[in-house]
């Protein structure tokens, strides 16, 4: 296939009049549906695979964890991302024994949010064991100085090499206080430039970067291969930028998400996260059928 694309390409650019290999001027084989679906897709962009924080439906996580993953693979997600809804990362399972229902769901189990602070030492061993790709901080909240998060980049930096050591990733997910000029300073910024990119990856959540006044296009070009993972989260037009919470199904809002994740492509992001926290007129199990519908047909 990759020999064949880098064919068309060539000659798509030197024009159909150009002089052929023998091989190629033998009788075509007739293509199949699926061999142009799979070019149009190889060409224009097409994810082959992409997740669902389960935090977008942690109501019905915590009234059975099981049958609500077994719902989330049968809507077409091929990747998870978990958080700590109170009964660890592994849902009171043992680590091998969550990766065994989501393995045999055709579920990545990828990552996952959790407290960073807290016993991260015994969390990557767990994570590393069964192959997750990231643990990540979701949360710090605001800070009252700059040197609170000067602080924070050297904590990062030390879970970092925790969780190298375990065969994990780091990463940090914003929200849109690091955004919030603090001293003169972005405080996400200096995150950014004062982390060892061998050690610290980010998730960023575009839709706290785009209310927090920002381009999550430009952000992604200015730290190219940093942003690793993003989470697709909507903004519903008619909700005001002051409003905590607005997002809506992906594709129903105002965000570009064809150009936001072909950006991100372009610059290094590997893993394209849905999540939405906001339901009006839906709820989170049919949001996530949506999303999982509206990313299976999104073109980049």
């Known amino acids: 296939m990759k020999n064949r694309r880098k064919f068309i390409q060539m000659s798509t650019v030197l024009g159909a009049g150009v002089f052929l290999p023998f091989q190629f001027c033998a009788s075509p084989k007739k293509e199949t549906v699926e061999d142009q679906e799979a070019l ?9 695979d992409f997740g669902l924080q389960l935090y977008s439906v942690k109501e019905i996580m915590a009234e059975d964890a099981v049958a609500t993953i077994k719902a989330v693979a049968s809507f077409g997600y091929t990747q998870i991302e978990g958080f700590d809804g109170g009964k660890g990362i592994f849902w009171g399972m043992k680590n091998t024994e969550f990766k065994s229902l989501t393995g045999d769901l055709g579920l990545d189990f990828i990552a996952s949010h959790v407290d960073t602070f807290k016993d991260l030492e015994t969390i990557a061993e767990q994570a590393g064991a069964i192959g997750m790709k990231y643990l990540i901080n979701p949360w710090v909240g605001p800070q009252k100085s700059m040197d609170a998060f000067k602080k924070l980049a050297d904590d990062f930096n030390s879970q970092g090499e925790i969780c190298k050591k375990h065969g994990v990733r780091f990463a940090y997910h914003n929200h849109g206080y690091t955004f919030e000029e603090l001293e003169g300073q972005i405080p996400q910024n200096y995150l950014m430039e004062n982390t060892d990119p061998d050690l610290v990856d980010f998730e960023m959540d575009t839709y706290w970067v785009y209310t927090a006044g920002f381009d999550p296009i430009e952000y992604i070009k200015k730290y190219p291969n940093r942003f690793t993972l993003g989470h697709v989260k909507d903004k519903d037009g008619d909700i005001d930028f002051s409003e905590a919470n607005g997002s809506i199904i992906v594709g129903k809002g105002i965000m570009d998400f064809p150009a936001i994740l072909r950006a991100g492509k372009d610059n290094g992001m ?22 999982a519908a509206f990313m299976k047909n999104l073109v980049f």
């Open 40 to 48: 149009l897709g190889a060409t224009k962009g097409i994810l082959d």
């Open 270 to 291: 590997k893993y394209f996260i849905v999540e939405q926290e906001r339901f009006e007129g839906t709820n989170p199990m049919e949001a996530a059928e949506k999303n």
